[in-house]
């Protein structure tokens, strides 16, 4: 159809999805789609293809690219929402078999500066899963644990080594011998 625009003019956040195996888990979560087409989603008779996720109310599609400047009101501009991203399934001719596509409006999106963006990694799994018929393994993953870093002073920390070495231990031994000496 055109270039996409939503939030900004070249990223279009997705937070709301469709009923598909892909994206029933990532209900809340949001991903990001930089420099975004729409797509048009038709079913043949060889093949069926679902809707993933769509643009906002807000969005807006374009054919004009050759400027930086989008006019909201040109009558030749889409309103959205606008289809993003769509799964199908095809025919293969084989018996019992049956072939798995995934179409995204954006090639961005899985490259490493846009990854790690909230829901990103999740979905680009989730696809991934999807495709090589894993639905098992579609999930929401935890996200890695956090590298918590103290940074002290050498007195700072002087002061912790003080007091978790010899201050406190020291206290519970004088309180040790201190009952001991009453009952004694």
Same mark, same amino acid.
């Given at each position: ?8 003019? +070249? ?77 199908? +399934? ?95």
């Amino acid at each position: 159809m055109g270039q996409l625009f939503g939030v900004g003019p +070249t990223i279009a956040l997705v937070s709301a999805y469709d009923s598909h195996p892909i994206v029933n888990e990532m209900k809340g979560t949001a991903t990001g789609f930089p420099l975004t087409r729409s797509l048009t989603v038709k079913n043949t008779d060889k093949s069926t293809v679902q809707k993933l996720f769509e643009s906002s109310d807000s969005s807006l599609a374009t054919t004009k690219l050759d400027t930086p400047n989008v006019n909201p009101n040109d009558p030749k501009n889409t309103h959205g929402p606008l289809t993003i991203g769509a799964a199908g +399934t095809y025919n293969t001719g084989k018996e019992n078999s049956e072939g798995r596509f995934i179409v995204v409006g954006s090639s961005s999106w899985v490259a490493n500066s846009f990854l790690s963006f909230n829901g990103n990694s999740d979905l680009a799994m989730n696809a991934m899963n999807w495709l090589s018929s894993d639905e098992d393994l579609i999930s929401i993953r935890p996200k890695p644990p956090e590298d918590r870093k103290v940074n002290m002073t050498a007195a700072q920390f002087n002061r912790v080594r003080l007091s978790s070495q010899f201050i406190l231990p020291g206290a519970l031994l004088l309180a040790g011998l201190s009952v001991w000496w009453r009952r004694r």
